[in-house]
T-cell receptor
């Protein structure tokens, strides 16, 4: 199993450009999450999807949109990137068979907006 | 709402010394609690989790944590630090009622001196 995979690993954008971060998991998990990590602030939840077909806002959703394409895939879109969105983005999944509450994380995408 | 406070953004110990990383939580419902470790330029990896079974939880790499309801704490310890333990550690609490979202502390960077 690959676990949780994310693409791309690195990205540099200019202010106003758009991009989509891709995430996929092969653990048959129901729930998927997008976080951003900034120094000294831990991880903050952007959006999550408790199950296929549902998405909800997290703590810091402004400037982002998500799509739960199917059970495996959960993408994060920046429509008009801003320097404040420079961060490391992590995708995670949880909730396989038998109420497994831990989250499994991907390797992250390092995004710089200039 | 759930919250997590990690005391000390940086902790420095000598190789072979006791590691103690502090975590206090706030939760209106019985919590699930987690410790994750992040090595440089990597995603988060689960160290251990408390899910209301035993209050003393053993994890990977010799780490353990004790859930103390009266103190609302879930401190992480390891009897003898190794150089390979140098990393950033995150405590998190799970909101089981709302899609199993995790709320993270700000993180503690552990430095191990030779």
């Amino acid at each position: 199993n690959a676990g949780v995979t994310q693409t791309p690993k690195f990205q540099v954008l200019k202010t106003g450009q758009s991009m989509t971060l891709q995430c996929a998991q092969d653990m048959n998990h129901n729930s998927m999450y997008w976080y951003r990590q900034d120094p000294g602030m831990g991880l903050r939840l952007i959006y999550y999807s408790a199950s296929e077909g549902t998405t909800d806002k997290g703590e810091v959703p402004n400037g982002y949109n998500v799509s739960r394409l199917n059970k495996r895939e959960f993408s994060l879109r920046l429509e008009s990137a801003a320097p404040s969105q420079t961060s490391v983005y992590f995708c995670a999944s949880s909730g396989g068979q038998g109420l497994d509450y831990e989250q499994y994380f991907g390797p992250g995408t390092r995004l710089t907006v200039t | 709402a759930q919250s997590v406070t990690q005391l000390g953004s940086h902790v420095s110990v000598s190789e072979g010394a006791l590691v103690l990383l502090r975590c206090n939580y706030s939760s209106s419902v019985p919590p699930y609690l987690f410790w994750y470790v992040q090595y440089p330029n990597q995603g988060l990896q689960l160290l251990l989790k408390y899910t209301s079974a035993a209050t003393l939880v053993k994890g990977i790499n010799g780490f353990e944590a004790e859930f103390k309801k009266s103190e609302t704490s879930f401190h992480l310890t390891k009897p003898s630090a190794h150089m390979s333990d140098a990393a950033e550690y995150f405590c998190a609490v799970s909101d089981r009622k709302r899609g199993n979202k995790l709320v993270f502390g700000a993180g503690t960077i552990l430095r191990v001196k030779s």
